[in-house]
């Protein structure tokens, strides 16, 4: 199975820049998505990474290292509007690829 | 597309009724998801479909949930009796296909059984 670790909280000022951290263990690699969840809401899409690195998207990136078994979440120029919480999942491996979730970060940010 | 839609979006129950949560997912995907969330456990998978065959159960706590999938637009999860301890949000989800695909997520229903 998968073993997924993430900070249970955050807190930010708005404006700055915050990383969102996720520690990893699978038996199969099979990519990495982060998800946001705003408070009373369903969690949306943010990315997905397969390769290592850095991929950007607007205010957002995500970085991994799967040697290191370790992602993370990068969020820029802060808004209000990104306190949420944040989700790792990894795929499982063996065929199925269904994501297993982190217990998620939630991020406050504040004035 | 109208997204993943779920009923009721709030239920409150007492112990021992059974409840119906019901879930239409999006057009075209193959995969339906049912999940479980609450502050103790985040967020938990209770079983999959795949083309309206169940494949994963192992998530269903026990005897007292079930869950269908009749047709490609239509699922449904059972909990019979409730208890006070499956107080949560419950999510459907769906998407085209398993592997290292996005899930959409429906908004969710949130479920007291007093």
């Known amino acids: 199975g998968q073993n997924i670790d993430q900070p249970t909280e955050m807190t930010a000022t708005e404006g700055a820049i915050v990383q969102i951290n996720c520690t990893y263990q699978?038996?199969?690699?099979?990519?990495l998505f982060w998800y946001q969840q705003h408070a009373g809401e369903a969690p949306t899409f943010l990315s997905y990474n397969v390769l290592d690195g850095l991929e950007e998207k607007g205010r957002f990136s995500s970085f991994l290292s799967r040697s290191k078994g370790y992602s993370y979440l990068l969020l820029k120029e802060l808004q209000m509007k990104d306190s949420a919480s944040y989700l790792c999942?990894?795929?499982?491996?063996?065929?199925?690829?269904?994501?297993?979730f982190g217990r998620g970060t939630s991020l406050i940010v504040h004035p | 597309d109208a997204g993943v839609i779920q009923s009721p979006r709030h239920e409150v129950t007492e112990m021992g009724q059974e409840v119906t949560l019901r879930c239409k997912p999006i057009?075209?995907?193959?995969?339906l998801f049912w999940y479980r969330q609450t502050m103790m456990r985040g967020l938990e998978l209770l079983i999959y479909?795949?083309?309206?065959?169940?494949?994963?159960d192992s998530g269903m706590p026990e005897d007292r949930f079930s869950a269908k999938m009749p047709n490609a637009s239509f699922s449904t999860l059972k909990i019979q009796p409730s208890e006070p301890r499956d107080s949560a949000v419950y999510f459907c989800?769906?998407?085209?296909?398993?592997?290292?695909?996005?899930?959409?997520f429906g908004p969710g229903t949130r479920l007291l059984v007093l």
């Open positions: 479909f795949n083309n309206n065959v169940p494949i994963d």
């Open positions: 989800a769906s998407s085209r296909t398993s592997g290292g695909e996005t899930q959409y």
């Open positions: 699978t038996s199969g690699f099979n990519g």
């Open positions: 999942a990894v795929p499982a491996s063996g065929g199925s690829y269904i994501p297993t």
């Open positions: 057009s075209g995907h193959d995969y």
